[in-house]
């Protein structure tokens, strides 16, 4: 959501990000796809009918609107935010319930904590916490709303959640503080709605990765801080305003984002275009990394994903480049990059298709986003692929609770996951496995895809099903 990328230290680096093998079950009966899709060389390279759009279809019209407002004091410790929802659920609920990403026995143990101070809307009668096997000294890893009276499926709730982050010392992490800069990441309670199924209550793991299992939302982002530093976050960010007392507000829009993520810093910035796409990448003071050099490596990537799945997402991609903590994050238009190896800049950049644009549960089915990442890598060249990397134990659709540890997830759902999606393709030739892929992104646009997904979009390539099937993608 999205999602954390890695960096699997025990690996090699062509192992380093690999990418989540895409699981699917058996295809539907009744489906119909063309039996010969067009050449990805084609202007129209995915099959047309109704299960496979030309183009990614448009977000919900009645997805989340949300409103952030952080303000980051000025130790770079604590964040002071609200949030303002409109959700329309597909299902009746007595309830609402958000995720406490901060609050995991990951970040909490390095100082990150989020406390929710109040919760206000002429439906809310309490909230509080439950569990989700949080780390102990947390108050817990979900905020539950009670409300007064059922909301009915297609009405609108409202309601306003004032709350305080405290950023813990830098680590590979979504949030942390470091000499002159501080970030922030799904610091916020994120909505946990799966449309059809209801409210995610899956618990928060000790495994590097993620769990969330958020929608896409018209969000807008606020962000006061000191006027010595510059912001950058997620979505279009529009020309900082003087706050007064030495300080600046920062704001951004992204009409679909399933999360947010904002970096402050004595950054300095460089621009370049990818097509339609504005990219804007920051450094710090001596970083070794040359920003405008970056912007236009990250500008070529984007150029050739977009080969591969369609265009590319977002109208603008930001790049605060952190110290070298190994690894990068992904958020949607943004990416908390900890790293200076190519491949994790790649990584990240197919999860804008493979997480921000197309959602999953990522506690559930973690391989469709992160096998598709990491196969990302294979396509474009910046990781070797090890086709013995398919005789890894494991099944690749297992849920992030399966996984006895980091080491075996990163192995089977990010290596044995690209291997499967790798060897698929060869199996049924580059331009049908393409065609196929550009269905699936194209029909799951700012969705939650299930492994039913992929399997209809490959039902014309039972062969690509089956190897998937063996690497045990689909249960």
């Given at each position: 959501?999205?999602?954390?990328?890695?960096?699997?230290?025990?690996?090699s680096?062509?192992?380093?990000?690999?990418?989540?093998?895409?699981?699917?079950?058996?295809?539907?009966e009744?489906?119909?796809?063309?039996?010969?899709?067009?050449?990805?060389?084609?202007?129209?390279?995915?099959?047309?009918?109704?299960?496979?759009?030309?183009?990614?279809v448009?977000p919900?019209?009645?997805?989340?609107?949300?409103?952030?407002?952080?303000?980051?004091?000025?130790?770079?410790?604590?964040?002071?935010?609200?949030?303002?929802?409109?959700?329309?659920?597909?299902?009746?609920t007595?309830?609402?319930?958000?995720?406490?990403?901060?609050?995991?026995?990951?970040?909490?143990?390095?100082?990150?904590?989020?406390?929710?101070?109040d919760?206000?809307?002429?439906e809310?009668?309490?909230?509080?916490?439950?569990?989700?096997?949080?780390?102990?000294?947390?108050?817990?890893?979900?905020?539950?709303?009670?409300?007064?009276?059922?909301?009915?499926?297609?009405?609108?709730?409202?309601?306003?959640?004032?709350?305080?982050?405290?950023?813990?010392?830098?680590?590979?992490?979504?949030f942390?503080?470091?000499?002159?800069?501080?970030?922030?990441?799904?610091?916020?309670?994120?909505?946990?709605?799966?449309?059809?199924?209801?409210?995610?209550?899956?618990?928060?793991?000790?495994?590097?990765?993620?769990?969330s299992?958020?929608?896409?939302?018209d969000?807008?982002?606020?962000?006061?801080?000191?006027?010595?530093?510059?912001?950058?976050?997620?979505?279009?960010?529009?020309?900082?305003?003087?706050?007064?007392?030495?300080?600046?507000?920062?704001?951004?829009?992204?009409t679909?984002?399933?999360?947010?993520?904002?970096?402050?810093?004595?950054?300095?910035?460089?621009?370049?275009?990818?097509?339609?796409?504005?990219?804007?990448?920051?450094?710090?003071?001596?970083?070794e990394?040359?920003?405008?050099?970056?912007?236009?490596?990250t500008a070529?990537?984007?150029?050739?994903?977009?080969?591969?799945?369609?265009?590319?997402?977002?109208?603008?991609?930001?790049i605060?480049?952190?110290?070298?903590?190994?690894?990068?994050?992904?958020?949607?238009?943004s990416?908390?990059?900890?790293?200076?190896?190519?491949?994790?800049?790649?990584?990240?950049?197919?999860?804008?298709?493979?997480?921000?644009?197309?959602?999953?549960?990522?506690?559930?089915?973690?391989?469709l986003?992160?096998?598709?990442?990491?196969?990302?890598?294979?396509?474009?060249?910046?990781?070797?692929?090890?086709?013995?990397?398919?005789?890894?134990?494991?099944?690749?659709?297992?849920?992030?609770?399966?996984?006895?540890?980091?080491?075996?997830?990163?192995?089977?759902?990010?290596?044995?996951?690209r291997?499967?999606?790798?060897?698929a393709?060869?199996?049924?030739?580059?331009?049908?496995?393409?065609?196929?892929?550009?269905?699936?992104?194209?029909?799951?646009?700012?969705?939650?895809?299930?492994?039913?997904?992929?399997?209809?979009?490959?039902?014309?390539?039972?062969e690509?099903?089956?190897?998937?099937?063996?690497?045990?993608?689909?249960?």
């Open positions: 959501m999205p999602a954390f990328v890695t960096r699997p230290w025990r690996y680096c062509a192992f380093v990000v690999g990418l989540l093998l895409a699981g699917c079950a058996p295809a539907p009744g489906l119909s796809f063309p039996p010969d899709p067009p050449s990805a060389d084609s202007d129209d390279p995915a099959p047309a009918d109704e299960q496979c759009p030309s183009n990614a448009a919900a019209e009645d997805r989340p609107v949300i409103a952030l407002e952080f303000s980051l004091a000025e130790n770079l410790r604590i964040v002071t935010g609200s949030e303002t929802l409109t959700f329309t659920p597909d299902l009746p007595e309830e609402l319930v958000f995720r406490l990403v901060p609050n995991s026995p990951v970040s909490a143990p390095f100082g990150n904590l989020l406390t929710v101070t919760v206000t809307g002429k809310v009668i309490d909230f509080g916490y439950e569990s989700a096997d949080a780390y102990p000294t947390t108050p817990g890893g979900l905020l539950v709303v009670d409300l007064a009276e059922e909301v009915a499926a297609g009405d609108i709730v409202e309601v306003s959640i004032e709350f305080e982050l405290e950023l813990g010392d830098g680590t590979f992490d979504r942390g503080t470091a000499d002159g800069v501080s970030w922030w990441a799904s610091g916020f309670p994120l909505l946990a709605w799966e449309p059809g199924v209801g409210w995610s209550r899956d618990p928060l793991v000790t495994l590097l990765g993620e769990t299992n958020t929608q896409a939302a969000t807008t982002i606020s962000v006061e801080a000191p006027e010595d530093l510059e912001v950058l976050m997620t979505g279009a960010q529009h020309r900082p305003e003087s706050a007064g007392d030495g300080r600046r507000v920062w704001t951004s829009r992204e679909a984002a399933r999360d947010v993520s904002v970096a402050a810093g004595k950054f300095d910035t460089a621009d370049a275009v990818a097509g339609d796409t504005e990219i804007t990448v920051g450094v710090l003071p001596d970083a990394t040359d920003a405008a050099e970056l912007a236009q490596e070529s990537i984007i150029e050739d994903l977009e080969e591969f799945f369609g265009p590319f997402p977002y109208d603008t991609l930001s605060p480049v952190l110290p070298d903590f190994g690894g990068g994050i992904e958020y949607p238009s990416i908390l990059l900890a790293s200076e190896t190519r491949v994790v800049l790649v990584h990240e950049i197919a999860h804008m298709w493979f997480y921000g644009m197309i959602g999953n549960s990522q506690f559930r089915d973690p391989w986003d992160e096998s598709f990442a990491s196969y990302a890598e294979v396509l474009e060249g910046s990781s070797e692929l090890d086709t013995a990397d398919l005789d890894i134990p494991g099944d690749v659709g297992d849920s992030m609770s399966d996984f006895l540890d980091t080491d075996e997830y990163f192995s089977v759902v990010y290596g044995k996951g291997a499967a999606l790798s060897a393709r060869e199996a049924v030739g580059a331009d049908s496995f393409d065609a196929a892929l550009r269905c699936y992104i194209n029909a799951q646009a700012w969705q939650i895809a299930v492994p039913e997904d992929i399997a209809t979009a490959l039902s014309d390539l039972p690509a099903i089956q190897i998937l099937d063996d690497a045990g993608a689909f249960g």
